[in-house]
């Protein structure tokens, strides 16, 4: 009876228009009063515990570094680079965007961030050169999730708060999904290229302009060696990483590359500061109804549901994908997390599926609902930069979301392209 109440009043209050968090709070409010445990001194303890986490404070300095980068000419310096390199192949401004999208995604970790830069900079050079805007777009798109795979990822913080898994595993066990990711986007673009589409390409540059462009890009470039190198040598805590990273953002911005300047930094502060707002309630409203997950035994109940597949960890795992997905076209990955992490954790762990695995594949899985209708936020993101209709750029993006099931499902069969290169970069 408890799971009907929270799904009702939680999916009842999403359909009626009401922000997800104000929904969440209200869902944990109904499972008090039907428990007969209603305390308001109790919800409001933890509203306050739920924002009040120390890896949480991560979320504020990466979103602050992805403004930064955006406006102090690290992400532009990135394409820039990449298409000097590529940009002269056979639709190679589209192997540009993938090129782009795997670099910013190892600087901010944001999805829509990086969506929105690379839409900004490659939409007009796409059409100019003779690419279709719903093309270009999903291309930008498909590009633009693969920020919440390579680390450093807000997914990966936001679920290792949910679920109490490893932050810093999660990162490393990201890097060799997402650099799948690209390679994937790569063999699409490949194919599509190929066959249907006739486009301008760039004109090839020369070594020495390369390696010109490599330098001007150097030091956005040093910024991912850095985070990796940090965590991999104990040297900081992913939380620690994103003062690192927003710093560098701000010096590099301020002084090397010249793009900023002081009285510009107020609004990249105020709208950094209105996007971690939103999270962090999102956090604070999530706590409330896992707190009442966790004190009506939802978890158990859903393994005791769930029994016959606890012998069979691929066969739940290709469950539990099913679930994600219809949810992910629902529902933006935040709340995702935040609802679903830690009532499906313990089942998996229950099955003997590795957590840290298991994170990759649930962010993963929530990524690809990123793209898809009726939410679908990254292909919204990119079609509102593109201004152009989303109904336009969905037919573009059916591969490519077709692409990224099957590399799930390549992850769920084989378990090791995950955990074997994770145990060995941690």
Known sequence: ???????????????????????????????????????AQLLAQNMISG??????????????AGELMNAGGLSQRIVRLAVSMVGHLRGGLGYVVIAAAVVLASLSGSAIADTAALAALLVPMMRDNGYEAGTATSLIASGGIIAPIIPPSLPFILFGVATNVSITKLFFAGIVPGLCMGLTLVAIWSWK???????????????????????????ALLLPVIIIGGLRGGIFTPTEA?????????????????EL???????????????????????????????MITLAQLPQQIIEMMGPLIDQPKLLMFMIVILLT??????????????????????????????VYF???????GCIGLLTPPVGTVLNTACGVAKIRMEDAIVGVLPYVT???????LFILFPEIITVPARWLH
């Open 242 to 258: 994103a003062v690192v990273a927003a710093v560098y953002a701000l010096v590099v911005s301020l002084f090397i590359y010249r």
């Open 326 to 355: 219809l949810v992910g076209t629902a529902l933006d990955l935040t709340p995702t997390i935040l609802i679903l992490g830690p009532v499906l954790t313990p089942l998996a762990v229950k099955a003997g599926i590795d957590p």
């Open 359 to 365: 994170g990759v594949m649930f962010v993963l899985v």
């Open 193 to 219: 290229s190929r066959t249907a589409m006739t486009v301008k390409t760039q004109p090839k540059q020369s070594w020495p302009d390369r390696l010109a462009a490599l330098r001007d890009a150097g030091w």
């Open 403 to 409: 692409a990224y099931t099957g590399l799930a499902i």
């Open 51 to 64: 924002a009040d986490n120390f890896p949480l404070m991560a979320v504020p300095f990466f979103m602050l």
């Open 261 to 291: 300047r002081v009285r510009d930094l107020l609004p990249l502060f105020i709208a950094s500061a209105k996007t971690t707002a939103v999270v962090l309630f999102l956090c604070a409203a999530a706590l409330v109804t896992s707190y």
């Open 1 to 39: 009876m408890i799971v009907a109440i929270f799904l009702v009043s939680l999916l009842g209050l999403m359909v009626l228009g009401m922000p997800i968090a104000f929904a969440l709070m209200l869902s944990g409010m109904a499972m008090m009063a039907y428990l007969d445990y209603f305390d």
